[in-house]
């Protein structure tokens, strides 16, 4: 008796597509007839689509399925794309070197963006511009700490850190208050909600 394994069986090009998709693909390439291919295609496109309802919404998703067509016939299926398809020359390049910051955070609870953010406002001329910049930051630096302790921090410690990451420079304005620790749990809260009736109406549209 003789097994048929998938070990034994030739490699999946797109394995998230499975095998019935490659086959369907392997029947198309054998078509000598261009119009029959064609057709034979789109049938296969929209099998390809149903098995990703969810993606349906998402920008260039009838693209995307056209290229993972051509790529999974090895790019050797002669039809007409709707879309100019990728090289296979593409596939091949290395891709580029990514340059990476080596500079040290000095706080890493409040992230590089902070540093950047500071910068900036270092760079805005004395005004009501400069106070709402600084304000924002030192909210976004009280979120930030909290996400990273769990304990509650005042605003002297922050309006002080935000002072020693500018250098000095930045001078709060006086009597300024931030948000509670609540505010932001509420926000929170808010976006994990919004984050639910997403999933909620992408299940229903799945249905």
């Given at each position: 008796m003789e097994y048929?394994?998938?070990?034994?069986?030739?490699?999946?090009?797109?394995?998230?597509?499975?095998?019935?998709?490659?086959?369907?693909?392997?029947?198309?390439?054998?078509e000598q007839d261009r119009d029959e291919r064609n057709k034979l295609a789109q049938a296969v496109i929209i099998i390809m689509g149903n098995m990703n309802p969810h993606l349906r919404d998402i920008n260039d998703f009838k693209h995307k399925l056209w290229d993972h067509l051509a790529i999974m016939s090895d790019f050797q299926l002669d039809i007409d794309y709707p879309y100019e398809i990728p090289r296979p020359e593409e596939f091949a390049e290395k891709p580029r070197r990514v340059s990476y910051n080596t500079n040290e955070?000095?706080?890493?609870?409040?992230?590089?963006?902070?540093?950047?953010?500071?910068?900036?406002?270092?760079?805005?001329?004395?005004?009501?511009?400069?106070?709402?910049?600084?304000?924002?930051?030192?909210?976004?630096?009280?979120?930030?700490?909290?996400?990273?302790?769990?304990?509650?921090?005042?605003?002297?410690?922050?309006?002080?850190?935000?002072?020693?990451?500018?250098?000095?420079?930045?001078?709060p304005k006086e009597g300024l208050k931030l948000s509670e620790q609540k505010d932001f749990q509420k926000g929170k809260q808010q976006q994990q909600q919004q984050r639910k009736r997403m999933q909620m109406q992408q299940r229903k549209k799945v249905q």
């Open positions: 048929d394994y998938n070990s034994s069986r030739p490699r999946l090009i797109l394995p998230e597509y499975g095998r019935n998709i490659q086959k369907m693909v392997e029947f198309i390439l054998a955070i000095r706080y890493r609870h409040y992230g590089r963006i902070v540093e950047s953010l500071i910068a900036e406002a270092i760079k805005l001329p004395d005004g009501d511009d400069k106070d709402t910049l600084i304000k924002l930051i030192a909210n976004h630096m009280k979120k930030s700490y909290l996400a990273w302790n769990r304990d509650s921090v005042t605003d002297e410690i922050i309006l002080n850190d935000l002072f020693e990451l500018s250098g000095k420079r930045l001078t």
